[in-house]
């Protein structure tokens, strides 16, 4: 039986195989509305998307969809991609497909930039199973086709890498010019990149293809002593942050006016603490998610033989000082990273090409039929994880949400102001496509809904069995809210998907 290149020890030639699979998984239910696994932080961009299209404003002025009576301008990060979105939204509509399009197009070049990269560290069969190992990690695949910035963010970040390390093989002035776009850009996007990707960017610069395995650290300290010696080394750096921090000193002033903001600064953030970083459940969890949900289980034996193989390589510094800067921004970021998970997505940018360096040297030692059995377990439980815990979940959510969203859509003014019993949850004002108000269930008085209906408000719209995100409305208010239903004129209830859309003005003045 004739082996494939990549099973048979030779170097394989094509990246077209990778690409495709990745691809193809990224594809999967890609006409979904933006529901799912982090909808909120979807909805969000989604919504940033949509205002860009229809009002027609400037990249600097995002606008979201729970600002109230106001147009919503908030402070966020850089909105690179929902205003790309916007752009595709022009030439061919409003179809939250285009959205996650772009992301699985972002998707497919960085697994060819990290088969680049593998390569360049590794050698032509790591880079490709590292592509491979990127390609069907279940993060990667999810994250890959979400309406959200995630897989721009990896493309710029690969970009950086690849440009700087082609800047340093051959100096042409479009390499560096790429790297400083990548990084820059990257950091525009979620700031925490001047740590994880500043570090082997600087790795870049401090090694070189020929240096011997265990060089010296004094060699390296050498090395980083000229580096700083050189102005373009200042020119690189200083003016990709004096971009990032003009932006995000915009974006404050910007928050400032309009009192809406993402909470990135100030006490506020409670991005972590000395309690959660020395909480080993935590980390317990965090471990878990990242061996079964971006390295597919099968991955975690050969990273860590990647990493060994690779201590004492000069090119291997590179992407273990990615691993380096990555968990110091786990540190930095605990409470966000134990609860969002796209903050562990940049890990495969490092990761996979160690699997890939440990899967190579692995596979030419043993039988053809061992290398294939384990690469089918790894993409059975990569499939079970993507169908269980986020395809299915955007199908229920459609199910749940998609009939109230329609109803207002449809009998509601474009114009027209609702309240979202959601808390902060904006999920359903951007299904709908209308703006207006957050609140919890347990918020709704009558002071409370005379002062919405003077700001603007004509109806009550939320979900019996989704009162914040992923719980249950108590009983007792779902009573409450029934009642009231009952008692106001032409208020709606479905009963199959249990949500509810209620006229403020057909209200009696008290309940």
Request: charged share 15%.
């Amino acid at each position: 039986m004739r082996r494939h290149p990549a099973l048979s020890g030779t170097p394989p030639e094509g990246v077209w195989l990778p690409i495709g699979i990745g691809t193809l998984l990224r594809l999967v239910q890609i006409w979904m509305p933006v529901l799912g696994v982090h909808s909120w932080r979807q909805a969000d961009t989604a919504a940033m998307a949509r205002h860009f299209w229809q009002a027609g404003t400037p990249i600097w002025l995002p606008q979201i969809d729970w600002g109230g009576a106001s147009a919503g301008f908030v402070e966020s990060e850089f909105p690179l991609y929902p205003y790309l979105v916007s752009r595709l939204y022009g030439l061919a509509g409003l179809h939250e497909w285009l959205a996650r399009g772009l992301s699985v197009v972002c998707s497919g070049l960085t697994i060819w930039l990290v088969i680049r990269l593998g390569r360049r560290w590794f050698g032509a069969e790591a880079g490709w199973w590292g592509g491979m190992a990127f390609a069907i990690a279940p993060l990667g695949v999810y994250f890959g086709r979400t309406v959200q910035a995630e897989a721009l963010l990896l493309l710029c970040a690969a970009a950086a890498l690849e440009g700087l390390s082609l800047w340093q093989q051959h100096h042409r002035l479009w390499a560096i010019t790429l790297s400083w776009i990548g990084f820059t850009a990257a950091a525009l996007i979620k700031v925490i990149p001047l740590l994880w990707l500043g570090l082997p960017l600087l790795m870049v610069q401090l090694t070189t293809d020929s240096e011997a395995p265990g060089s010296s650290c004094k060699s390296l300290v050498q090395r980083f002593i000229k580096l700083l010696q050189k102005p373009g080394f200042w020119l690189y750096i200083g003016t990709s942050l004096a971009t990032v921090a003009a932006w995000y000193w915009y974006a404050h002033q910007l928050g400032q006016q309009s009192g809406l903001s993402f909470g990135f600064w100030g006490s506020g953030s409670d991005r972590s603490s000395l309690s959660l970083v020395l909480d080993g459940s935590s980390w317990g969890n965090l471990l878990l998610r990242i061996a079964l949900r971006l390295l597919a289980v099968v991955g975690v034996p050969f990273l860590v033989l990647g990493i060994r193989q690779s201590w004492n390589q000069a090119s291997g510094s590179v992407a273990i000082s990615g691993l380096v800067g990555m968990l110091l921004c786990t540190l930095a970021t605990m409470r966000s990273s134990t609860i969002h998970e796209y903050y562990q997505l940049p890990l495969l940018l490092f990761s996979s090409p160690l699997i890939g360096l440990g899967w190579s040297s692995w596979q030419r030692r043993q039988p053809c039929w061992q290398p294939r059995a384990l690469l089918s377990i790894g993409l059975i439980i990569s499939l079970t994880v993507l169908s269980v815990d986020y395809w299915a979940v955007e199908q229920r959510q459609s199910r749940a949400w998609m009939p109230l969203a329609l109803t207002i859509r449809n009998a509601l003014p474009a114009e027209g102001r609702i309240v979202s019993a959601t808390s902060t949850d904006p999920t359903l004002l951007n299904l709908a496509r209308r703006q207006g108000w957050l609140i919890s269930s347990k918020q709704l008085t009558p002071e409370r809904i005379q002062q919405w209906q003077g700001q603007g408000a004509t109806h009550l719209a939320g979900s019996f069995v989704w009162d914040k995100t992923y719980r249950p409305m108590p009983l007792k208010r779902q009573q409450k809210l029934k009642a009231l239903a009952a008692a106001s004129r032409n208020g709606w209830i479905d009963e199959r998907s249990q949500t509810y859309l209620i006229p403020l003005d057909g209200l009696p003045p008290q309940f």
